[in-house]
């Protein structure tokens, strides 16, 4: 097997390193291709450009796979707990018993938030967007805690800062949640696990323990590891972008946050509902809307189908599928949402628009169902996504830091006006 594309442009030919990765995936290497030739490679969305070689999340879009450290999602889905999965991502390694107890014990010491943050909670209008807010207040993280400024941080000093981030986000996103009822927040408990302490935080009351059914908890403890880490998808590739100017990491992960908003990416979740919600409003005819989905003249998509690389099947969405009528089941919810869901799904399975492009559901398809079940509202479904997939954007940050990345900065082809002279405004 060669180790070498050959690029012939007007009769020069340049020779390119070909790198191949642990799972035989291969790239040809561009890097010195301009300084060689004059020439830059054009891939609007990137949609055929390795940014990095990384370590942390193998995905093969044609057959449905996705690994984290090697690990099949199918199984961590089924045997781990969100806390050893973000141990995994963030360190390399399962944990062993002693260390993860270590790591939980060190993350349930930081997870409260500095007192003065709580102005920004009472600051933010009621009904302003849990997004907007968590990106800010992640962001704000950086003014409590200056250290996390210094891009020559010692590991350890580093590690300080990717412990309080992990911690502190599910007490944020618990009280962006509680003030937006304008209910009083609770404080985090540190006897409680970190899944356990969120749905406290989030549902319980001050002077009451919330009961949790472990169907329940279980589903949550999916979700999140589901959503824990997806390689290069745009809020990661803008966390590293981000970081690769040396910004720190409260900062690079507030505008993975902002990324992730966009209803083409996390807030995806929410625009599966508000489309189900339209459709069940609207008499619940799902073959109008499909109809509409293939129409070119018309904007509207099919939320929750399609996805940028899996091109056979979501694997994260086979898993949360059951999980979703397991926590129907136990709750005794008969959501006709869900119905809407199921109709659209077969139609669309069985429409050859949709086999052809290879539109299949994604995870966001059915996760909206299991938060409006859990009793979370629409506007935070986007908002979990941003809790689970925390520890990929660390681990994501951490490896681009480790590897001593050069900063993102992505070259264009000008194609606007040529030089022309500047024209007085009383003559144009
Ligand atoms: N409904 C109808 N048609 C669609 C849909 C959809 N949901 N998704 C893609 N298509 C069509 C496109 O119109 C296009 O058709 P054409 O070839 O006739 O022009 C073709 O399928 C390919 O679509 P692209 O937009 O080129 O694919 P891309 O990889 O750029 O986009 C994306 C992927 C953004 C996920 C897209 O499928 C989409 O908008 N889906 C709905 C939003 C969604 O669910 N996003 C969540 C993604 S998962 C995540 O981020 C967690």
């Given at each position: 097997m060669s180790d070498k594309a050959l690029l012939t442009i007007d009769g020069n030919s340049y020779e390119l390193p070909i790198i191949t990765g642990t799972e035989q995936e291969k790239a040809i290497d561009i890097s010195k291709l301009r300084d060689q030739s004059g020439y830059v490679t054009l891939d609007t969305g990137f949609k055929?450009?390795?940014?990095t070689k990384s370590a942390i999340t193998f995905l093969d879009g044609e057959n449905g796979i996705l690994h984290y450290r090697g690990y099949p999602i199918e199984q961590l889905a089924k045997n781990s707990t969100f806390l050893e999965v973000a141990y995994l991502l963030i360190y390399g390694e399962l944990p062993k018993e002693q260390t993860l107890l270590d790591f939980r014990h060190l993350i349930s010491r930081h997870t409260l938030i500095h007192e003065d943050m709580k102005k920004f909670f009472d600051g933010f209008p009621s009904k302003s967007h849990p997004m907007g807010q968590l990106s800010a207040l992640v962001g704000a993280l950086s003014a409590f805690y200056p250290e996390s400024l210094n891009p020559n941080a010692t590991e350890e000093e580093e590690n300080l800062t990717i412990v309080k981030l992990l911690a502190k986000m599910p007490t944020i996103v618990s009280w962006i949640y509680k003030k937006s009822l304008g209910h009083p927040v609770i404080y985090p408990r540190n006897n409680m696990n970190y899944v356990h302490n969120f749905l406290q935080m989030t549902f319980g009351q001050i002077t009451e323990e919330i009961e949790l059914d472990p169907v329940i908890v279980r589903a949550m403890h999916i979700l999140l590891i589901l959503h824990a880490d997806h390689e290069q998808n745009c809020s990661t590739s803008t966390v590293r972008i981000v970081g690769s100017s040396n910004a720190n990491l409260y900062a690079s992960i507030s505008a993975g946050i902002s990324a992730l908003w966009g209803p083409l990416h996390g807030g995806a979740n929410q625009a599966v509902i508000e489309m189900l919600e339209s459709i069940k409003n609207d008499g619940g005819d799902s073959a109008k809307w499909l109809a509409k989905a293939k129409?070119?003249?018309?904007?509207f998509r099919l939320m929750g189908f399609g996805h940028r690389v899996y091109k056979n099947f979501d694997p994260r969405a086979k898993i949360i599928k059951k999980a979703c009528d397991d926590v129907l089941e136990k709750l005794g919810i008969n959501d006709p949402v869900l119905d809407i869901a199921k109709q659209l799904e077969e139609a669309a399975l069985n429409d050859p628009y949709f086999v052809e492009r290879k539109l299949y559901p994604n995870v966001d398809f059915y996760s909206g169902i299991i938060y409006r079940a859990l009793g979370?509202?629409?506007?935070m479904f986007t908002v979990l996504f941003a809790l689970g997939r925390l520890p990929g954007w660390i681990a994501q940050w951490k490896e681009m830091r480790i590897n001593k990345e050069p900063i993102g900065r992505p070259r264009q082809i000008y194609v606007g006006s040529t030089p022309r002279d500047y024209v007085d405004i009383e003559k144009r």
């Open positions: 055929n450009t390795g940014a129409d070119k003249n018309d904007p979370f509202p629409t506007d």
